[in-house]
């Protein structure tokens, strides 16, 4: 398992040393917005400024692929990642992907 301050969007791990690099690692979440939500959305952006139930769910998914790409790197013997980045892609009107990356590595202490 890959403990959450084992995760950097660096390429190193401060006082780790790199022993073995399984390569890359992926976590992908598609997720649609609900009729429901986008609704409530639209409200919001009458008022004005931070879209909340939009946000909320950003966060869920970006977490979501997080947690998913850790699990792959566990999966492979890491017990760290680095050079972690995010992407999303539009797939169609109201879906998106959302794809958590980086190199699972096994650290040790120097």
């Known amino acids: 398992m ?15 040393r790199i022993r073995r690099n399984f390569g890359l690692v992926r976590g992908i979440v598609v997720r649609s917005r609900s009729f ?22 950003c966060e869920q998914t970006r977490e979501e692929a997080f947690d998913i790409m850790i699990e792959h790197a566990g999966q492979l013997g890491a017990n760290a990642v680095i050079g972690m980045r995010y992407d999303a892609t539009e797939i169609m009107q109201g879906v998106t992907e959302v794809l958590a990356y980086g190199t699972a590595v096994e650290v040790e202490p120097m």
Request: aromatic share 8%.
């Open 2 to 16: 890959v403990a959450h301050d084992k995760v950097t969007t660096a390429f190193d791990l401060p006082g780790f």
């Open 36 to 57: 429901v939500g986008t609704l409530g959305a639209s409200l919001q952006t009458i008022v004005g400024g931070n879209i909340s139930l939009f946000s909320k769910l």
